[in-house]
């Protein structure tokens, strides 16, 4: 089945999706060994894995080479974060194209200004107009005839509009056709979430980002009208926390054997990259091996 129909197919069967953040392919894959339904290239995560903040400092062709590794490593859907589509509708709509000709199943494009910062960054941010975005959400839906599974997503709650200015612009999006709508929360709990979730009218599923509001669970978003939910970058906060630990061990003690508790074998490595696969591609194509 093309991916681009997977969602949608995956919503119906489970009711909701749990969807893991990722930067690459390892990441990707382990996310779907863990058992979750589906990937979200994760911006905020690939941008951290060049060393760079979450602000449109790195281009489309990274992030789509980003994409496209993580896509290749897992069989499940992905769902590419586009950000605010590296700039206006026809930039969008351009990204969008490129994405589903690679097999990415969906997107996500946001409305706030380019360059973006990360919603979760101090300081004041600008949205670009509704209208501008509920056009750009249309221009990326109609660059792959209504295939490509688009979230559309409002960061006006982060930007400190009110709940009304979030619902006119999520009712807006969803209306031009997205697939499903995004609202943003930088509250440590999930009142707006829930306030949201009370007034939304539309047929159109609705998606959670539960970083700060961290308590509530999948099942009680999907209580609400959540019914994807993807924790964005736990992945890779679990690593950093993970490297620094045996790092500050390692340098210390001087001898690796410190650290065979805390880190996993070359096996499971090989195991993880497909080792077993490469051998028998040797065998079979290499003449001179074995
Ligand atoms: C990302 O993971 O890049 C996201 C989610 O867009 S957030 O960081 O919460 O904005
Ligand atoms: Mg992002």
Redesign the pocket.
Known sequence: MEKSKEIGKLLKEKGQLLTI?AHDGLSGRLGQRAGFDAV?A??????ASYGLP?ANILDMTAHFEAACHINDAVSIPVIA?C?NGYGNAVNAAYAARKLFRAGIAGI?I?DNIFPKR???YDGTRELIPAKEHTLKVKACKDSTDGQLFVIA?TEAL?AGYSLEDALDRAMSYADAGADAVLI?S?EKTPDQMIAFSKQWTRPTPLVA?P??YDTISAAELGKLGYRIV?F??HGLRASIKAMEHAYAKLLPAGHASVLRDDIVSLQKVFELVGVKNLEESERKYLPTAG
Not at 42 to 47: L, R
């Open positions: 953040g979200w994760s911006g905020f995560e690939i941008s979450d974060d950000d996500c946001e990360c919603s979760f997503r982060i943003h930088k980002v970083t700060t993807i964005a970058n």
